[in-house]
């Protein structure tokens, strides 16, 4: 095995030559970057691996032909900042999301982004929380908050609750004051109700459907068509299923309007309001990311074959020394 060393010009980083498996990843050495206008320079102290990264490994999507750096999660210290940023200064401590989908890059010891996409890192969490937090908190903010303007009494229901996107979800459906509702297997109930799930479903027993009624947002995560027509019979009319993942809209509207309900789906975004938010949540003790597992970063093969199973509860981090 080739040990890669960074100097002050150059950094350890994960990338890619080629679609495939978790084994495609490799540890590499690329020239550090320099903030532009607008821009800071991180480095990166812990990352988060999310589904996008493995499926973006596996094949082509957004980013086109590798070879690239995934990594969309950051927390870390502010080097540099480039011309015309006052948010910032070096020796920050920061945490964000990397513009979704272009701008990847943080499984690597220095990312740069925009000052914008970033926030001040709560003092009371530590990297690896703060590393985990960024696009799924800020997918599940941008549609339970932006989106759907859940509020205080109203019932929302939370398709893969113990998930990445769907544990934050929960927590930030709660603390708008909503009656949370949560699908997941029966061995990750007793993790959501104590994240304040107030209903769990066991999907393998129960179909959702049957059970639940009355509802004013659905969040789906998961995506398929049967799964989201059955969600349109949960909700009240005039109610709104918001979908994370963006395909199939126009076959979904129209039998969204049958239902007399609505649909929206979200590509989450860089979000510096939506950064501070969660922030605030984070430093309330209101929000919390269930760690499923830390990986050095040369480790991240690992991280990602953990994450193909599909059976994580909460979020995996790689670490950066």
Not at 203 to 229: K, P
Not at 265 to 283: P, S
């Amino acid at each position: 095995m080739t040990t890669t060393t960074s100097t002050t010009t150059t950094m350890r980083a994960i990338s890619q030559d080629t679609f495939g498996g978790p084994g495609v990843l490799k540890e590499v050495e690329l020239p550090r970057p320099e903030p532009g206008p607008g821009q800071v320079l991180v480095r990166v102290r812990a990352a988060g691996v999310n589904p996008t990264d493995w499926k973006h490994r596996a094949a082509p999507l957004f980013l086109g032909e590798p070879p690239y750096v995934l990594g969309w999660d950051v927390s870390g210290t502010v080097e540099a900042v480039g011309m015309g940023v006052t948010l910032f200064k070096p020796g920050d401590e920061v945490f964000g999301m990397l513009p979704y989908p272009y701008g990847a890059g943080s499984h690597a010891e220095y990312v740069t982004g925009p000052a914008r996409a970033f926030a001040r890192k709560p003092s009371a969490i530590d990297h690896v929380q703060a590393g985990a937090l960024p696009l799924a908190a800020l997918t599940a903010w941008q549609a339970l908050v932006d989106t759907a303007r859940v509020e205080a009494g109203q019932r929302v229901l939370i398709h893969a609750a113990a998930g990445g996107v769907g544990h934050l979800a929960v927590q930030i459906a709660k603390a708008r004051g909503a009656y949370v509702i949560g699908t997941a297997s029966a061995g990750k109930h007793a993790f959501l109700r104590d994240l304040g799930a107030d209903e769990v479903i066991d999907y393998r027993e129960t179909d959702f459907a049957d059970a639940v009624s009355g509802v004013d947002v659905v969040l789906d995560t998961i995506g398929d068509d049967d799964h989201r027509t059955r969600s349109l019979r949960t909700l009240r009319r005039g109610g709104l299923l918001v979908s994370i993942l963006p395909v199939g809209g126009r076959e979904l509207a129209e039998r969204a309007q049958r239902f007399g309900v609505r649909t929206e789906l979200l590509l989450v975004e860089a979000d510096h309001a939506g950064m501070n938010a969660i922030a605030r949540l984070a430093e309330e003790g209101r929000l919390r990311a269930a760690i499923a597992g830390t990986f050095p970063l040369a480790d991240a093969a690992r991280a990602h074959e953990l994450g193909d199973t599909g059976r994580t509860a909460g979020k995996l981090v790689l670490t950066v020394e």
